[in-house]
């Protein structure tokens, strides 16, 4: 059973920073990447950023690449549960949306169209 847990959502100023982490377990870590995306109040859900644990390749969005950082613990990882991180600097007003992990076919399109699995999001408020 495929099993995302999102965390690390809550209220920042602008120009702050945020660490959001996913667990994530149940299904294959070769096969698969790890995404993050966000949805905005009446805006389509957007990918962020992706991680294969397998051989470590990252992918981000143009709009956050420089102000987003995904990463994983390798030394804390096991075969079968793994955490991914994405912190987030410099953060917009804009940016206030709910973040998502998810499990996407391997490619690191972030196109919601790839995602195969979705975690519970976690609430992240920008404010001034």
């Known amino acids: 059973e495929v099993q995302l847990q999102a965390s690390g959502g809550g209220l920042v100023q602008a120009g702050e920073s945020l660490t959001l982490s996913c667990v994530a377990s149940?299904?294959?870590?070769?096969?698969?990447?790890i995404v993050w995306f966000r949805q905005a109040p009446g805006k389509e859900r957007e990918g962020l950023a992706c991680?294969?644990?397998?051989?470590?390749?990252?992918?981000?969005?143009?709009?956050v690449k420089g102000r987003a950082t995904i990463s994983t613990d390798y030394a804390k990882n096991t075969a079968d549960t793994v955490t991914v991180h994405l912190r987030m600097n410099s953060l917009k007003l804009e940016e206030t949306a709910v973040y998502y992990c998810?499990?996407?076919?391997?490619?690191?399109?972030?196109?919601?169209?790839?995602?195969?699995?979705w975690g519970r999001g976690t609430l992240v408020t920008v404010s001034s």
């Open positions: 991680i294969n644990i397998h051989d470590g390749s990252k992918y981000y969005r143009s709009s």
């Open positions: 149940g299904f294959s870590f070769e096969k698969n990447d």
């Open positions: 998810g499990v996407e076919r391997i490619g690191c399109s972030l196109q919601t169209s790839t995602v195969t699995y």
